[in-house]
């Protein structure tokens, strides 16, 4: 299986030894942002050789320091491997990716294995799918979720759409990198369940902040108020793993100053493509659009860099001011 391919953001290619399957050794992983870095951290830690390139030499330095050998090109990055993963930030980088002149599916071995972990439209793992195929190459779309602290822990859930076999094979360094896996169903539908997911989490995002903000504000003790949601029906992975409130959750992004989360310009991207899904289809969104048109106020007060969860600061300001 074979090879890799650049993105704005990087590249990394893995040899795995022990871990997986005989016929599936050599691996062009491509990303070592907040997410790849760790994850191509983890596939060193499971015995696989990685080998990297990204264009930021910051990131390669980073990737260095945990196992993962520098290549000087994509050419050089991807030559001889057997499988190319991949995570990159946007629809145009994936398919320059991948489609592109100096991309993976040229410069893939015929028989390789191509994972793209990226979030992006639905119609984009459709639109490569065909092109590797023609050439020899196998493709699924498998994006993530358990952001960046699944990602540094190797408890990222796995949402792959493509061919069941396509899957299978896919799934030692799945498991090497994560801790659930789903095959959901034909190509592009690992987008559809994750646009989905992530949907429902900046809704749930956003409800949590306001009314925290709300309950804080009637006087009640952040610290008891959390206690008693954690216990109630309001419960849910916003209130007992990602707190917007700082000093909660210890290892929520809250906690250090909204930093080395999920950023809310991603957030606002992930939304705007889920958004767009359901004008495709014509499916009411009347949470998912007020939530989007929400975050990006966020954004557009210069904090599209911070955790999402800190429209949880934006409230607490609007609700203080006189």
Known sequence: MATGALTTRCLLTISIRGFSSKADKNVAFLGLG?????????????????????PSKDALTAAAKNGVTGASSI???????????????????????????????????????????????????????PVATEKGVNFIDAPVSGGVMGAQNATLAF???????????SLPLLKAMGAKQ???GQIG?????????????????MATAEC????????????VLLDVLNNSSARSWSTEVYCPVPGLVPTAPSSRNYDGGF????????????SGMALGIRSPIPLGAVTTQLYRIVQSRGYGQKDFSFIFQLLKEESEKK
């Open 212 to 223: 925290m903000n709300m309950g804080i504000k009637m006087g009640l003790d952040p610290k």
């Open 182 to 184: 789903f095959h959901c």
């Open 159 to 169: 949402m792959a759409g493509g061919r069941k076999e396509d899957f299978d094979r």
């Open 75 to 129: 050419a050089a990055a991807v030559d001889g491997v057997d499988v190319v993963v991949s995570i990159l930030p946007s629809n145009k980088i994936v398919l320059d990716t991948y489609l592109g002149k100096d991309g993976v599916v040229n410069h893939a071995t015929k028989g390789a294995l191509l994972i793209d972990s990226s979030t992006v439209d639905p119609n984009v793992p459709k639109e490569i799918f």
């Open 189 to 205: 539908s690992g987008q559809v369940a994750k646009l989905t997911n992530n949907m429902l989490m900046g809704i749930t995002g």
């Open 263 to 274: 950023k809310n310009e991603l957030m606002v991207k992930d939304l705007e493509l889920a």
């Open 34 to 54: 907040n997410m790849g870095g760790f994850m191509a951290a983890n596939l060193v830690k499971k015995g696989f050789n990685v080998r990297g390139y990204d």
